[in-house]
T-cell receptor, first 115, second 113 residues
Framework: SQTIHQWPATLVQPVGSPLSLECTVEGTSNPNLYWYRQAAGRGLQLLFY??????ISSEVPQNLSASRPQDRQFILSSKKLLLSDSGFYLC??????????????FGPGTRLTVL | AQSVAQPEDQVNVAEGNPLTVKCTYSVSGNPYLFWYVQYPNRGLQFLLK??????LVKGSYGFEAEFNKSQTSFHLKKPSALVSDSALYFC???????????FGAGTRLFVKA
């Protein structure tokens, strides 16, 4: 069966510090991968998605970036964190090819607090 | 523009009573529709989906959802609510042939014992 991991689970970082959040998927190959941010325990904002290694699409201009160095690894980064980057970050995967039912399956999330 | 609306921020129901969480959508083409549940400080868990066929879809934990094409709705239902059903529920939609899944803002369900 497929599983998705995220770490760390929680993170407290000062403003201006760098960020690296990691997401890995097991039990599948060539998945679609997604990064979402959830603010104040409500709606989801799609940040990035990837359909393959090195292929990243950005949905919202911001000081975050994403990379996919391996097939089942998705990394969210920032060079300098802002207060507004605080939130709950969720990674998700779905099965390629797109155009199918595209059920997304979510990781446990990372709670980021920027002070 | 594609969108998903969950008109209620919160739904309150007594344990044992039926529950309904409302969702309407606007996507291009035939819709793929989903419901997810989120418990505090956890990721979203997939509950059920509608692709085609029977308008009544059954999912996990006794939940079901009814697709209504004319009303562009996909309401989540359960015949008898449990206190453990208290959580945040998200409706999501994607147009056939599209790539992005659009999520609603979420509805918080509170089931009182």
């Amino acid at each position: 069966s497929q599983t998705i991991h995220q770490w760390p689970a929680t993170l407290v970082q000062p403003v201006g510090s760098p960020l690296s959040l990691e997401c890995t998927v097991e039990g599948t190959s060539n998945p679609n991968l997604y990064w979402y941010r959830q603010a104040a325990g409500r709606g989801l904002q799609l940040l990035f998605y990837s359909v393959g290694i090195g292929q990243i699409s950005s949905e919202v201009p911001q000081n975050l970036s994403a990379s996919r160095p391996q097939d089942r690894q998705f990394i969210l980064s920032s060079k300098k964190l802002l207060l507004s980057d605080s939130g709950f970050y969720l990674c998700a995967w779905s099965q390629i090819p797109s155009g199918t039912t595209d059920t997304q399956y979510f990781g446990p999330g990372t709670r980021l607090t920027v002070l | 523009a594609q969108s998903v609306a969950q008109p209620e921020d919160q739904v309150n129901v007594a344990e044992g009573n039926p529950l309904t969480v409302k969702c309407t959508y606007s996507v291009s083409g035939n819709p793929y529709l989903f419901w997810y549940v989120q418990y505090p400080n956890r990721g979203l868990q997939f509950l059920l989906k509608y692709i085609t066929g029977d308008n009544l879809v059954k999912g996990s934990y006794g939940f079901e959802a009814e697709f209504n094409k004319s009303q562009t709705s996909f309401h989540l239902k359960k015949p008898s609510a449990l206190v453990s059903d208290s959580a945040l529920y998200f409706c999501a939609a994607r147009g056939a042939g599209g790539f992005k899944t659009i999520f609603g803002a979420g509805t918080r369900l509170f089931v009182k014992a």
